[in-house]
């Protein structure tokens, strides 16, 4: 069981990247998934997190209107489309789970203590 994140890279603001989080050993469909992102000397942050059902989405409020999260089932892999990027959107990003939860937790999604399966993390860094 793991899941492979990847996609991150160098930017300058303004442009985009897209996240792939990729899922092995199990299949996505019954797994919410949440992007997490930690800059040095900081706690690691909640980004994004979608539900396995319904598809509900949530963001930090940071990056609304800039981030999208979406799934494809039949590729067991979740993006993270970031555009307009700033410098402050610099860190290692993570995917991450929480085994036997389908749905994320609308009030505590942005919880990585909640998650217990987690990616290795990509660079994603920002040029102002």
């Known amino acids: 069981v793991q899941l492979q994140a990847s996609g991150g890279g160098l930017v300058h603001a303004g442009g985009s990247l897209r996240l792939s989080c990729r899922a092995s050993?199990?299949?996505?469909?019954?797994?919410?998934i949440g992007w997490f992102r930690q800059a040095p000397g900081s706690e690691r942050e909640g980004v994004s997190c979608i539900s396995s059902s319904d598809g509900g989405t949530y963001y930090t409020n940071s990056v609304k209107g800039r981030f999208t999260i979406s799934r494809d089932n039949a590729e067991n892999t979740v993006y993270l489309q970031m555009n307009s990027l700033k410098p402050e959107d610099t860190a290692v990003y993570y995917c991450?789970?929480?085994?036997?939860?389908?749905?994320?937790?609308?009030?505590?999604?942005?919880?990585?203590?909640?998650?217990?399966?987690w990616g290795q993390g990509t660079q994603v860094t920002v040029s102002s």
């Open positions: 050993g199990f299949p996505l469909d019954y797994y919410m």
């Open positions: 991450a789970t929480e085994r036997g939860v389908p749905e994320c937790r609308s009030d505590k999604y942005y919880q990585p203590a909640l998650y217990d399966i």
